[in-house]
């Protein structure tokens, strides 16, 4: 199996749309928009982290399939660059994600960079844990993939 991170191309948008209508990865995500099979809501975000300035995003391709996405960004320009990080279901459990992630944090070297995980996604926590990321916050948030308020933990890579 050969992970590789590349642009995201045009046809990426219309996996990375099918893999947000999966029930049981929006649930461990934790977030999804307030209706997530409206694909304009969904063009408008991708379209804003495409074109911002201070993004980078990438696709995780898997033997030439695209298996996610990989981001970071500014929510704005006072607060520390976001990662964020989606792999479809199937790939799960794989190794897939650590790698991708490894290869991100070597192209993505600005520091601080955090990341907002919902306390029980321990997978997710495991790779960021593992990559140094420490607890600096918890917030409560409305997650509209699981209609209720949920932990989030707020970890972060100096």
Avoid: C, Y
């Amino acid at each position: 199996m050969t992970i590789t991170l590349r642009e995201v191309e045009t046809a990426d948008l219309d996996q990375f749309f099918r893999f947000q209508q999966d029930a049981d990865a929006a649930h461990m995500a934790g977030f999804a928009p307030t209706n997530p099979k409206d694909r304009s809501i969904f063009d408008l975000h991708w379209s804003g982290l495409l074109n911002h300035d201070k993004s980078l995003v990438r696709t995780i391709d898997v033997d030439g399939v695209p298996a996610g996405s990989i981001a970071a960004f500014h929510a704005t320009d006072q607060d520390p660059a976001e990662i964020m990080f989606w792999t479809d279901k199937q790939f799960w459990g794989q190794g897939v994600t650590t790698q991708a992630f490894d290869q991100f944090l070597q192209e993505f070297t600005t520091r601080p960079v955090q990341a907002r995980v919902v306390e029980d996604n321990h997978g997710s926590l495991k790779i960021l844990e593992s990559r140094g990321f420490e607890e600096v916050g918890e917030e409560s948030v409305f997650s509209n993939a699981r209609a209720a308020v949920v932990k989030e933990k707020v970890l972060q890579l100096g």
